[in-house]
């Protein structure tokens, strides 16, 4: 009978005393100077919606810009709003993805959440001096899953305006079963005219996650531990730097990716899958406005922008319409109008606005420090200009706030 090593089952020991040491270090570090990461945690199944946030999750988003998100019990990220409105109060609700998520700033300096300080100042007649708004945005999120948010989650808070934030960047691919993408995203298909709803996203794996013991004990490793969301931080890193490293603001020689944007929203479609899903995002849009007709509400359309749509150098916004022989960059804004107008619901376009002021000014409307100028998401300059645009318009436009 062979006798063991003492000595080599000693130093085995040894090491991995020393690894569960290190760990155990590393955790108390990285608790210690506060860190967490947001998105490790953002994407719990959602039977409705596919993902959600839990109520009550916290944590640090630094990937792009710099922000502590809080979620509130009901699940979103918001200050805490009574479920019944207080008598004399207009309540707006804001639906949409990560523009109006706006996990990369502070909540208070978003565009709705300024937006509510900025209405009450409004001088046209008309227009309601209580104004309360709530956020209901998920990063990511399509406008298909908006529409269920809406259906399912919106309407016990009784609001009287429904805003929908329409990015036309990549909603419109989100929108499509093939170009979306993302298995553990709700997706409808128009059949004989009628929007049919796959539920295929609850046998995804990413779904299924929560299901089986195995699951379970990932996800509380995620939520639990900041050493695996430190992990979980670089991995992410990884997978977007090639991304910021291939762009150049500055340059105007070629065509530079923008980070979740599809440059086909540019152009008519002309492919089967993009015309069935202008198609689609159509029919979500309609049935949204009746959505909120049956209530007694108003809805309101607004078209974000995308950071080369409002490019402060015009030789790259030039050479970026060139290289893709298109004559404008406002081809899906002006569709969602035109759709709004057939529909019989208002559409507020801001990429004209913006990319007029971006052009007089040289302020950077997207983009971070971290991440890349003109890239990504609105900064405070961004989300600033869209409050006082909305609030322009909102305040010019009074018979929304009629009851």
């Given at each position: 009978m062979q006798i063991p090593n003492k000595s080599g089952l000693l130093t085995s020991l040894l090491l991995i005393s020393a690894l569960i040491f290190s760990l155990?270090?590393?955790?108390?570090?990285?608790?210690?100077?506060?860190?967490?990461y947001y998105w490790s945690l953002a994407r719990y199944p959602?039977?409705?919606?596919?993902?959600?946030?839990?109520?009550?999750?916290?944590?640090?988003?630094?990937?792009?810009?710099?922000?502590?998100?809080?979620?509130?019990?009901?699940?979103?990220?918001?200050?805490?709003?009574?479920?019944k409105p207080e008598p004399g109060i207009f309540r707006i609700a804001f639906i949409g993805d990560?523009?109006?998520?706006?996990?990369?700033?502070?909540?208070?300096?978003?565009?709705?959440?300024?937006?509510?300080?900025?209405?009450?100042?409004c001088p046209t007649p008309g227009v309601q001096k209580k104004i309360e708004i709530l956020g209901f945005a998920v990063s990511g999120y399509s406008t298909a899953q908006e529409m269920l948010v809406l259906e399912n989650k919106v309407w016990k808070y009784q609001p009287d305006l429904i805003?929908?934030?329409?990015?036309?960047?990549?909603?419109?691919?989100?929108?499509?079963?093939?170009?979306?993408?993302?298995?553990m995203r709700p997706v409808f298909t128009l059949e004989g005219g009628e929007l049919k709803q796959n539920m295929?996203?609850?046998?995804?794996?990413?779904?299924?996650?929560?299901?089986?013991?195995?699951?379970?004990?990932?996800?509380?490793?995620?939520?639990?531990?900041?050493?695996?969301?430190?992990?979980?931080?670089?991995?992410?890193?990884?997978?977007i730097a090639s991304k910021v490293a291939k762009h150049d603001e500055t340059a105007i020689s070629n065509i530079k990716d923008?980070?979740?944007?599809?440059?086909?929203?540019?152009?008519?479609?002309?492919?089967?899958?993009?015309?069935?899903?202008?198609?689609?995002?159509?029919?979500?849009?309609?049935?949204?406005?009746?959505?909120?007709?049956?209530?007694?509400?108003?809805?309101?359309v607004i078209t974000l922008t995308t950071g080369a749509q409002v490019h402060p150098n015009q030789a790259f916004r030039e050479?970026?319409?060139?290289?893709?022989?298109?004559?404008?960059?406002?081809?899906a804004d002006e569709r969602i109008r035109q759709i709004g107008n057939r529909v019989g619901f208002p559409v507020l376009n801001l990429a004209k606005d913006f990319q007029?002021?971006?052009?007089?000014?040289?302020?950077?409307?997207?983009?971070?420090?971290?991440?890349?100028?003109?890239?990504?998401?609105?900064?405070?300059?961004?989300?600033?200009?869209?409050?006082?645009?909305?609030?322009s318009y909102l305040c010019n436009n009074s018979e929304l706030f009629v009851k």
């Open positions: 155990a270090l590393a955790e108390l570090g990285l608790r210690v100077t506060d860190f967490s959602d039977p409705i919606t596919g993902w959600s946030a839990k109520p009550g999750t916290t944590g640090w988003q630094r990937l792009e810009g710099d922000a502590y998100v809080e979620i509130n019990g009901d699940g979103w990220r918001d200050v805490v709003h009574t479920i990560s523009f109006t998520e706006a996990v990369q700033i502070p909540l208070e300096q978003s565009y709705w959440r300024l937006l509510e300080g900025m209405l009450p100042n805003v929908l934030a329409f990015f036309s960047g990549n909603d419109l691919i989100e929108n499509s079963q093939v170009l979306g993408g993302d298995a295929n996203f609850l046998q995804s794996a990413e779904y299924q996650t929560t299901k089986s013991w195995l699951g379970r004990v990932k996800w509380s490793l995620i939520t639990n531990s900041r050493l695996v969301q430190a992990i979980t931080l670089a991995m992410h890193r990884l997978q923008e980070p979740g944007v599809d440059v086909r929203v540019y152009s008519p479609p002309t492919t089967k899958e993009w015309q069935s899903s202008w198609k689609t995002t159509e029919a979500i849009l309609e049935r949204m406005h009746l959505e909120v007709a049956e209530h007694q509400a108003k809805f309101l050479q970026f319409k060139k290289q893709l022989n298109i004559p404008n960059l406002f081809y007029q002021f971006a052009t007089n000014t040289g302020i950077w409307l997207h983009g971070f420090k971290n991440s890349g100028k003109g890239v990504g998401h609105w900064n405070q300059n961004g989300h600033r200009l869209a409050a006082e645009r909305i609030a």
